[in-house]
DNA sequence: CCGCTCATGTAACTGGTTACATGATTTA
DNA sequence: TAAATCATGTAACCAGTTACATGAGCGG
């Protein structure tokens, strides 16, 4: 029923509850992945529709005077998060993320040969430089014993150590 | 101006051509990612569009009663895909993909410790039933020399094991 | 000739985006 | 006190989906 965005919306209230909708969007801005822009638009009107529907519920900052609203899960809310999150999972189309760099490569055929090599090259460069930003990310989730952040950008690591791994055979193999 | 999907349309038919509308939604049906369903609402009034754009011209089959049309990449077409593939790539957040497994792993801690353990075993379970399918595609894409079609496919089989290998990981982490 | 696949199409909807606007609060 | 950030909101739009519908071509 509820798409994923408002399931992430609901995991991340759980995790920094209390807290404003502008602070969820916050969590979508700063996410290295551009999938979800965290947008306005998009954001408060859907946490209206989770307190609505009563998966969330708000109170007013004492002593602020613009409508700044601290959200909370309610039971339902939560009950709703780990619906989503048990299994069964997704069949596994909806496991297999989209990787806009392989749309890319699958036609780069239609590129001269010294081209393609620029493009991979790119490719690479663009990926190493941002492998050190989170590699600190790592460290700092671990040094700070937040287990759950460790493990996501541990996951963001290994998945572009992996792409890197990609493009040097696709540079190997033109 | 011209979306993802738009240039993989473009891109899809500078391989195909000629081909039919039809046989474009084929691919992406068959498509491990979910990512775009290749529904006919998307598709048809996709190609059309970039027909009146001239960046593809068609032609009817002769002998054929249905309005079936047989679809080729324009100069102007070529040129728009090629422009698309060569540098300046996006932005790294561009090229990072969304893993749907992240999403969901990251509000793990929601679930007492035993239903974690399930999550990710049947995360684990179903990327490995998948691996021999995709090995298959790989070998099948080698043995008969389509190198392009070789290399996506080695980038899903890396992808799948980086998967695989973070989720190893997160279990042994809890 | 029946059923499956090929082939195209549209209407209603959904889930987001961009862009804009407003105003409070904090900080230099 | 000005600038930056926090905080909320809306209107117009867009890209894609689901669901439905139609009919030709083809293999058993």
Request: aromatic share 6%; with cysteine; hydrophobic share 40%.
């Amino acid at each position: 029923m509820l798409s994923d965005l408002e399931h992430a919306v609901l995991g991340i209230v759980w995790i920094e509850q209390p807290c404003t909708a502008y602070a969820v969007r916050v969590v979508f801005q700063k996410s290295p992945s551009a999938h979800w822009s965290g947008s306005a638009g998009a954001i408060y009107p859907l946490i209206r529709r989770l307190e609505r529907d009563r998966l969330l519920r708000s109170a007013a900052r004492r002593g602020d005077k613009r409508g700044t609203r601290l959200y909370r899960l309610t039971d339902g809310g939560l009950a709703a998060l780990k619906a989503w999150l048990r299994p069964p999972l997704p069949p596994v189309s909806g496991l297999i993320n989209m990787d806009p760099l392989r749309v890319r490569i699958r036609f780069l055929g239609a590129l001269p040969k010294r081209e393609r090599r620029a493009v991979v090259g790119e490719a690479q460069d663009k990926l190493r430089e941002f492998l050190p930003q989170v590699k600190s990310e790592v460290r700092q989730a671990r040094t700070s014993g937040d287990t759950p952040q460790y493990l996501i950008s541990r996951g963001v690591l290994i998945s572009v150590r992996a792409q890197l791994a990609w493009l040097a055979e696709v540079g190997r193999t033109l």
